[in-house]
C-alpha cells in the first residue's frame, strides 16, 4: 500500500525556534511536495523537488528552506518559526504525470 | 500561471441526492491532467477521481462522475446517492506540464441526514 508519512500530526513550537518537518515515501517517487493549507486559501504550494538534491520554490517559499537527501525523504524547514506560519502542512509525492499521493499533515501552532 | 476556481465555499445535500461540485481553471496550455480531492475531518486527502486532457470521455468512479468541458475549462465532480461519508472538503486539482499541482479554496460539502 502507498505511504506518505510526516513525522508529527500536532506540534507546537516557540517565535523564534528552529523547526524541521519530516517526510518520508516509500513509493520510490521522483517527484515531493510541501504545501501550506489555510482556511479559504486551498492549498498553496512551499517548494517542490523533482529529483534527490533538486528544489524549486513554490509560491510562498519566504521564511522556509527544504533538503532532499535521499529520494524517499524531503525535510521542510523552518529557520525561525513566527506566528503567521501557524497552519497545516501538508507533504505529497508522485510520479510525474500522475496523482498525488499526501501524508496525514502537521498542524503546527508556533506561540 | 495557472489558476483553480471553486466558486462554492460550502454546499449540503440531503442523503441519497445528487450533488454537484464547480471548478473552473485557467491554462494556456493543452495537455494536462485534473483531479478532485477529498479530505475527510481526519484530514487524510484522498484521490476522488482523475480526468487527462486528451480523453474527451468524461471519468466515472462508481457514484462520482466529473463533467469535463475542455473549451470552456470547466469540471465539475458529480456525487450521486450522497453518503454521510462524503461530508468533507473537497478540492480540485490542476496539474500541467510543470509538475505542480495547483488546488482550488476547496468547497466545503456536508451530507445532511
Known amino acids: 500500500d502507498v505511504k506518505v508519512t510526516q513525522s508529527s500530526r500536532y506540534l507546537v513550537k516557540r517565535t523564534g525556534e528552529k523547526v524541521f518537518l519530516e517526510c518520508v515515501q516509500d513509493m520510490d517517487h521522483e517527484n515531493m511536495f510541501w504545501y501550506r493549507q489555510d482556511p479559504g486559501l486551498g492549498l498553496r504550494l512551499i517548494y517542490f523537488?523533482?529529483?534527490?538534491?533538486?528544489?524549486e520554490k513554490g509560491d510562498i517559499p519566504e521564511g522556509y528552506s527544504v533538503s532532499r537527501e535521499k529520494k524517499e525523504r524531503f525535510s521542510l524547514i523552518l529557520e525561525s518559526a513566527s506566528t503567521n506560519q501557524t497552519s497545516m502542512y501538508l507533504c505529497a509525492s508522485s510520479l510525474s504525470g500522475d496523482e498525488a499521493f499526501f501524508g496525514q499533515g502537521t498542524r503546527l501552532t508556533v506561540v | 500561471a495557472q489558476t483553480v476556481t471553486q466558486s462554492q465555499p460550502e454546499m449540503s445535500v440531503q442523503e441519497a441526492e445528487t450533488v454537484t461540485l464547480s471548478c473552473t481553471y485557467d491554462?494556456?496550455?493543452?495537455?494536462?491532467?485534473l483531479f478532485w480531492y477529498k479530505q475527510p475531518p481526519s484530514r487524510q486527502m484522498i484521490l476522488v477521481i482523475r480526468q487527462e486532457a486528451y480523453k474527451q470521455q468524461n471519468a466515472t468512479e462508481n457514484r462520482f462522475s466529473v463533467n469535463f468541458q475542455k473549451a470552456a475549462k470547466s469540471f465539475s465532480l458529480k456525487i450521486s446517492d450522497s453518503q454521510l461519508g462524503d461530508t468533507a472538503m473537497y478540492f480540485c486539482a490542476f496539474r500541467g506540464y510543470g509538475q505542480n499541482f495547483v488546488f482550488g479554496p476547496g468547497t466545503r460539502l456536508s451530507v445532511l441526514p
Open positions: 491554462t494556456s496550455e493543452n495537455n494536462y491532467y
Open positions: 523537488s523533482y529529483d534527490v538534491k533538486m528544489k
